[in-house]
């Protein structure tokens, strides 16, 4: 609702009364532990990923009422009030001073690579110390053949048994992160590689297994195109959505 707002598309009452309702549900459920992005089988966890979006819906409640002269109620300062609660509790439980990243969920020291959303939502600022340091350490643990792995599958966390390719989508967001970070000439050249994985007719599945050399997963997967088009315009400067969310904070 919010992205609908800033492109210029007018919310109607039943809209607001909607997305207040859903806010209405998640300040009962956001310190719930969940199953996470990636819908584990390995049992429900506090997952970083889950509370940082937790963050993102409130705050954007609250900028919908602050810009588009949405109906407060007693909303704006129970909402801000919960938005600043997740956002400490995230960085104080959620990042590992020993590991300098954020961590798949609290109190861990793995590692996920929904984490490079952080910057990309506006949850810190791109150049922020603990995201750069994030960042490196994803290179550092989740890249192979240079590309990006959702996370490491040991420790029973997702109760799978491992192997899978590469996931397109999580590389994407390191490129988004490289650029917004200042090492745009880096990020150019993954996003010219992952263009290179393209099948004949420009088509790109879920994951791509840099040793066999083919596409893996679902096919075509949407994740991976709406990301190639987002990271386009961030690499071409004609988004300025994620620049102008990381100076909210």
Avoid at 28 to 44: H, L, N, T
Avoid at 93 to 100: C, E, S, T
Avoid at 165 to 178: E, H, P, Q, S
Avoid at 209 to 220: E, I, S, T, V
């Amino acid at each position: 609702m919010y992205c609908a707002h800033n492109a210029g598309i007018e919310s109607s009452e039943l809209d607001w009364r909607l997305q207040a309702a859903l806010l209405k549900f998640l300040e009962s459920k956001w310190e719930e532990p969940d199953e996470g992005i990636w819908e584990v089988r390995g049992g429900r966890r506090q997952f970083t990923h889950s509370k940082m979006m937790a963050w993102v819906a409130f705050d954007r409640g609250v900028k919908l009422i602050e810009e588009c002269n949405c109906a407060a109620g007693d909303n704006l300062e129970r909402w801000r009030k919960i938005r600043d609660e997740i956002h400490a509790q995230v960085c104080a439980q959620g990042y590992n001073a020993a590991k300098k990243a954020f961590t798949q969920f609290y109190g861990s020291d793995r590692l996920d690579a929904s984490l490079l959303m952080m910057p990309l939502v506006g949850f810190l600022p791109a150049r922020d110390e603990r995201v750069v340091s994030t960042v490196e350490a994803i290179q550092r643990e989740l890249m192979e053949d240079g590309l990006i792995l959702r996370y490491r599958p040991e420790g029973n966390v997702d109760g799978l048994p491992g192997g899978e390719g590469a996931f397109l989508l999580c590389t994407f967001w390191l490129v988004d992160c490289l650029h917004l970070i200042g090492r745009t000439e880096e990020a150019r050249a993954l996003f010219e590689r992952l263009l290179a994985l393209r099948n004949d007719l420009g088509l790109l599945s879920e994951q791509y297994d840099p040793r066999a050399k083919r596409q893996l997963g679902n096919f075509p997967q949407a994740f991976s195109h709406v990301a190639l088009v987002n990271t386009a315009r961030i690499l071409s400067g004609e988004d300025g959505s994620a620049r102008s969310r990381n100076a909210s904070r």
